[in-house]
T-cell receptor, first 113, second 114 residues
Framework: DAKTTQPTSMDCAEGRAANLPCNHS???????VYWYRQIHSQGPQYIIH???NNETNEMASLIITEDRKSSTLILPHATLRDTAVYYCIVRAYSGAGSYQLTFGKGTKLSVIP | NAGVTQTPKFQVLKTGQSMTLQCAQDMNHEYMSWYRQDPGMGLRLIHY???????DQGEVPNGYNVSRSTTEDFPLRLLSAAPSQTSVYFC?????????????FGPGTRLTVT
């Protein structure tokens, strides 16, 4: 799987949009971009994923650059409950590389009142 | 649906003891896996299973055994506990291997080996 690079930590004011960047410059054509988060030692929680196009669901939006070398997770109106570690992961579509989610250290997002 | 459940939530073992961490899911998922998470680190894959009767090793399999006799259950056995196995263990499941399916995680088992 391609490596990802994320900032170690970020702050965001409550009610504002949180924009979490991720670099994955070695991503290959069959790899999806995934975002998970982990709130205070709970099990990781799936947020969103995408291949080429921007994606939106009830939790967040995912913006993937045209060359697919980077992406941004957007939490439109951050709340205190969004304080967590956010992991950006790339994962192959199928085959041996598709079974594993490779978690790095992620970005610690702190939402400030 | 209960989702992915894990028992126990906490466990303390002495070096050399053995034990089994339980994991069950009620979503009829084919794929199940075990991860460990050490303080300040990301998750590392221990073992995984693509269906009943089929298991394989992940990144850090040494000291652990698994079996998958049913679709629902995927227990993780520590053969002879060592302090290096002190960690938080997460079980996960998903419909299939394809990357289009997200993984669902259990709440974790916090294991301390003294």
């Amino acid at each position: 799987d391609a490596k990802t690079t994320q900032p170690t930590s970020m702050d965001c004011a409550e009610g504002r949009a949180a924009n979490l960047p991720c670099n994955h410059s070695t991503i290959s054509g069959n790899e999806y971009v995934y975002w998970y988060r982990q709130i205070h030692s709970q099990g990781p929680q799936y947020i969103i994923h995408g291949l080429k196009n921007n994606e939106t669901n009830e939790m967040a939006s995912l913006i993937i650059t045209e060359d697919r070398k980077s992406s941004t997770l957007i939490l439109p109106h951050a709340t205190l409950r969004d304080t967590a570690v956010y992991y950006c992961i790339v994962r192959a579509y199928s085959g041996a590389g598709s079974y594993q989610l490779t978690f790095g250290k992620g970005t610690k997002l702190s939402v400030i009142p | 649906n209960a989702g992915v459940t894990q028992t126990p939530k906490f466990q303390v073992l002495k070096t050399g003891q053995s034990m089994t961490l339980q994991c069950a899911q009620d979503m009829n998922h084919e794929y199940m896996s075990w991860y460990r998470q050490d303080p300040g680190m990301g998750l590392r894959l221990i073992h995984y299973s693509v269906g009943a009767g089929i298991t394989d090793q992940g990144e850090v399999p040494n000291g652990y055994n698994v079996s998958r006799s049913t679709t629902e259950d995927f227990p993780l056995r520590l053969l002879s506990a060592a302090p290096s196995q002190t960690s938080v263990y997460f079980c996960a499941s998903s419909y299939a291997l394809q990357a289009s399916y997200e993984q669902y995680f259990g709440p974790g088992t916090r294991l301390t080996v003294t």
